[in-house]
Nanobody, 120 residues
């Protein structure tokens, strides 16, 4: 089995910073892409940032220049450094991984989500 476990959410004031982390564990052969998505109340889940195993990153326009995604391939972890947070960043943030298991099954896995609330 494969698990993604997130940590680091919480309440922060506008302009503040938070760092989210996610660790993938289990029967993993390789991880192609890791990323962060978010879902605000009443809205669809949207991509925030992704990073390939080679380090290529992509960001949603709304977070460019404020958020930074990074990963440690050896530890199967991905992090999201969020700076200059805005109230509109409030959402449940989900870790995502497109990976190949040790039985060569390729699939898309999600974490349980962590709440980020930006409010004064």
């Amino acid at each position: 089995q494969v698990q993604l476990v997130e940590s680091g959410g919480g309440l922060v004031q506008p302009g503040g910073s938070l760092r989210l982390s996610c660790a993938a564990s289990g029967s993993i052969l390789s991880i192609n892409v890791m990323g962060w998505y978010r879902q605000a109340p009443g809205k669809q889940r949207e991509v925030v940032a992704t990073i390939t195993s080679g380090g290529t990153t992509n960001y949603a326009d709304s977070v460019k220049g404020r958020f930074t995604i990074s990963r440690d391939n050896a530890k199967n972890t991905v992090s999201l450094q969020m700076n200059s947070l805005k109230p509109e960043d409030t959402a449940v943030y989900y870790c995502n991984a497109i990976l190949v298991r040790t039985d060569n099954f390729r699939s898309n896995y999600w974490g349980q989500g962590t709440q980020v609330t930006v409010s004064s």
